[in-house]
């Protein structure tokens, strides 16, 4: 088995179906591996405070230790030739420089699902109005950074390439 520099991204709203889809698109490939961002956060068991949660500051620790240990994991399975599939909120663009950063030298494929609010509504209809404030944010600043991946084109120096693409399912 040789290492492997793709690395998918499946992101969205909560509730729109990335665990579901990222566990589908890991089996596709002869070796895929899905690293839930719920299950990386989840690790911490004592004086863990949820992404929304207070006090704001441990909260955003807590989600950058989370972003920059899923990059670890994507690295290391990427490494041992499995396409690592990560299945997190990314909710804004410095958000996605911590991934693009944490996965440098990576093809990164980003998969951004917006089913739309009803159908979030009818998967967990807690979480559709607390969480509409990203919705708009969301698309805005990750089809921002994407298009034609800015960052990475500073970074680099270079022309954007044909897999310089958003997607939106």
């Not at 299945?87 to 911590?98: A, F, I, Q």
Request: hydrophobic share 35%; proline share 7%; charged share 25%.
């Amino acid at each position: 088995m040789h290492s492997t520099q793709d690395v998918w991204m499946v992101t969205g709203m909560p509730s729109a179906g990335k665990t579901t889809i990222s566990a589908a698109l890991a089996a596709s490939f002869d070796y895929g591996v899905h690293i839930p961002g719920d299950a990386v956060d989840d690790l911490i068991v004592s004086g863990q405070v949820e992404p929304d949660g207070e006090p704001t500051d441990q909260a955003e620790r807590q989600i950058g230790l989370t972003q920059r240990n899923m990059c670890i994991l994507a690295r290391s399975f990427g490494d041992a030739g499995f396409v690592p599939v990560i299945d997190w909120v990314v909710r804004d663009r410095p958000d996605l420089e911590v991934f693009l950063d944490g996965l440098q030298g990576r093809q990164v494929h980003l998969v951004v699902l917006e089913p739309g609010p009803d159908i979030r509504a009818s998967r967990k209809p807690d979480t559709t109005e607390c969480f509409s404030y990203l919705a708009t944010a969301m698309e805005r600043e990750l089809r921002e950074a994407w298009r034609p991946r800015r960052l990475r084109q500073q970074r680099r120096g270079r022309q954007a390439g044909p897999d310089d693409s958003f997607a939106k399912a």
